[in-house]
């Protein structure tokens, strides 16, 4: 809770000024959206004894645990199991939308009513398809985002629940964008396509090559400040949501929903849409550490996932140093 306490109160401020700015809901549904009353804040407690110094750990995928080859190790999935078996929570905390993040959940050993923090904090949602936590952008504002992308000639992507919409190609970012990805939908323009449909995003991306993002990620901040969380998942990938829709307030979600107390979890990350989790948790890890952020965030840095820093750390936990 340390250094995340002055970004919670930044985020609490902006959120009261224009309220607007992040419709959410909490609530038990289905994928398509349909309401069978409020979740309870305290639900399906861990009674298990749990011998461990964390009762829930939070996992981010992409360079975390899940390497570029988008394979997870046995040795990851098998140390994470054990975790189970004595008791602690584990969760899934990824940009990615809910389709792909529980197709890699899976791996990890999560079933049935497990939940997964996806759309970079916008969602939470369990296995079994039932949503626990919703929140999604205003269209007015996601139209300006969108519009501010193509007028520099970015190209954007709008994730609502189960499909994405997005602009046409560019050289910047053929190389970037699989082509076989289901339910992608390509329209000359996002911003008509929003004012024609009516649906409220779950989250926005803008992809440019690595290289020149920085040139223009501080503008975008600086545009949308108070507004939108701006932050950047991987090189070339800058995600858009809400200023509740951030891994942080869905862990903290998480925590009432199970009783967890905050100081009691531990999170790894490896990039800046991670830094909020970080810095949230009991003990937040770097994974490698894409960027200075990251690695000042953390408590502890450890080795990438191409040497399975996240196994290594888990089994001397397991050993009972800490981790350490």
Known sequence: MRRFTAILQSQEECCKLSHSFCTAEVRGSNPLGSTHGKVP?????????NSLPFDLGAFDLDGTVLRRDLEISDRTATVMRRLRELGMRLVVATGRRF??????????????????????????RRMNGETLLRRALPRDVSIEAVEWAAERDLHARVFVDGRVVTSPENPATEQYMRRDEPNVSVVDSPAEWLREDGEEPIKLVIVDRPSEVSRWLDEAREAFRGRLFVTRSLPHYVEIGGLEGTKSRALEFLCGHWDVDPARTIAFGDADNDVDMLQFAGRGVAVGGLTDEVREAADEVIPPVEEDGVAAYLERLLAGDGGA
Request: charged fraction near 30%; charge should be negative.
């Open 41 to 49: 804040l305290i639900a399906d407690r861990n009674t298990e004894e």
């Open 99 to 124: 389709e792909g993040a529980r197709k890699h959940a899976e791996r990890l050993g999560f079933a049935g009513s497990d939940p997964l923090i996806c759309y970079g904090g916008s969602m939470v």
